[in-house]
């Protein structure tokens, strides 16, 4: 199994899964959308938009190491566990209810990238 791969895969999908939480966040606080002073004060005075861009850009740079030194068919699928990051998240600090079903997708998703990184 390819630890570093993984490794990798989990930091890079945690900064994906911390930024979408920040986001989300930094909405739940900002003016409605518009082209007027009030929501670009409220987005440039916003902490937690800013926490989002770190987050995307660390991501980011951590993914352009990933496809300099990996297959791309091995790197790609890992993104796909900020989804199961995504949804923990959601529950944690959002508190919505995920089914069964749902989970089912999330042990889909888990297994497809035990597959791609046993290579």
């Given at each position: 199994m390819n630890i570093r791969l993984l490794s990798l895969a989990l930091l890079q999908s945690t900064l994906l899964a911390l930024a979408q939480v920040a986001l989300k966040f930094a909405l739940l606080r900002m003016a409605p959308?518009?082209?007027?002073?009030?929501?670009?004060?409220?987005v440039l005075?916003?902490?937690?938009?800013a926490a989002s861009?770190?987050?995307f850009a660390g991501a980011s740079?951590?993914?352009v190491y990933m496809l300099k030194h990996y297959p791309l068919s091995q790197a790609y699928p890992m993104v796909s566990l900020s989804y199961v990051?995504?949804?923990v998240a959601?529950?944690?600090f959002f508190h919505e209810m995920v089914d069964v079903v749902k989970w089912v997708g999330v042990l889909f998703i888990m297994l497809g990238c035990a597959l791609i990184a046993h290579n």
């Open positions: 959308f518009g082209f007027n002073r009030a929501f670009m004060r409220s005075l916003n902490w937690q938009f861009g770190l987050c740079l951590l993914w990051l995504g949804m959601a529950i944690v």
